[in-house]
């Protein structure tokens, strides 16, 4: 009997130690770096900004592979599926949130993806251009209520964050935007320049050029405080429309069962990295910043922004094309 129970108890001590010595020997080759959308976006460069930085910390290469399609849908499904082991990771956008809501998914975010750690937020910033008669949020407000459906709102697609930005808006402050989607931010600004459409949630960094160079005019950002990179440029929130707030941001995820001791290894060094001097720089001229979140706390994150998106999905009652 006693030799059995010094077999359970070695059995029990294998389950507890062997993912430990795991995570210490943890990275033994490079690590795959799933991208779910093109390169040359906001997610991929942040990805090449923190990759090779990361991949120095941890001895190995981190690979940036880019495989983009519906709305990122591609790219978490594939790592969703993929081993366990720490060496297929996600490199998704704030499109991992909304994507629940709007569309059938080949797997659970929840259940089959397992948050490692929060990399960067950025605010948009609601353009429109100069002939628009508004210069607020205030008068974009009471404009648009004169004027239901008729405001030529771009997007860069279905689901994004510029749409979801402009949808949450509209649920907030009772209006309607006619939305004109593309398929790319960078696809928005000529029309918006010229005019074919007159207002856009765009990224801090795609559109402050434009507002510095008085090409457009810069209503309000939709960060909960005002930006280091605008700030003479108001908050949505602080304009009239208090408890309005939406991000564009990025995170790191691993396959569920991903050995814990891991996957609290790369969040411990993804965290150090994110606060050195270089990176914060960095993030800075993209007009965006770091937030330092558990894997605890930005499941928890996760969550409240899937139930927020929901729920403005269904009232706002929008569809797919």
Known sequence: MR????????????????????????????????????PGGAADNTARVLAPRLGEMLGHLLVIDNRSGASGIIGADLVAKSTPDGYTLLHDASAFTV????????????????????????????VVN?????????????LARTQPG???????????????????????????????????????????LGGQVMMFFGSIASALPHVQANKLKGIALTSSKRSKSAPSIPTV?????????????????????????????????????LETPDVQQRFFQMGAEVELLSPEALRTYVQSEMAKWKKTVTAMDIKTE
């Not at 059995?4 to 010595?21: E, K, Q, S, W």
């Not at 020997?25 to 795959?32: K, L, T």
Request: a positive charge; one cysteine or more; hydrophobic letters at 45%.
């Open 150 to 192: 008729r405001i030529t709102m771009g997007s860069s697609g279905y689901g994004s964050a510029p749409h979801m930005a402009g949808e949450l808006f509209q649920y907030m402050t009772k209006v309607r935007f006619l939305h004109v989607p593309y398929k790319g931010g960078g696809l928005v600004y000529p029309d918006l």
């Open 3 to 38: 030799s059995f129970f010094l077999l359970i108890l070695c059995v029990l001590n294998g389950f507890v130690i062997a993912p430990l010595v795991q995570a210490l020997d943890y990275p033994e080759r490079p690590i795959h770096l799933i991208v779910p959308y093109p």
């Open 237 to 273: 929130a602080e304009s009239g429309v208090p408890g309005y707030e939406i991000y564009e941001w990025n995170a790191l995820y691993a396959p569920i069962k991903t050995p814990r001791p891991i996957i609290q290894k790369l969040n411990a060094q993804m965290n150090q990295l």
């Open 130 to 142: 100069p002939s628009l008669a508004a210069s607020t949020t205030k008068e974009l407000i009471e």
């Open 99 to 126: 994507n629940p809501a709007l569309r059938k998914l080949p797997f659970d975010p929840i259940n089959d993806l397992a948050p490692v750690a929060k990399l960067m937020r950025s605010p948009n910033m609601i």
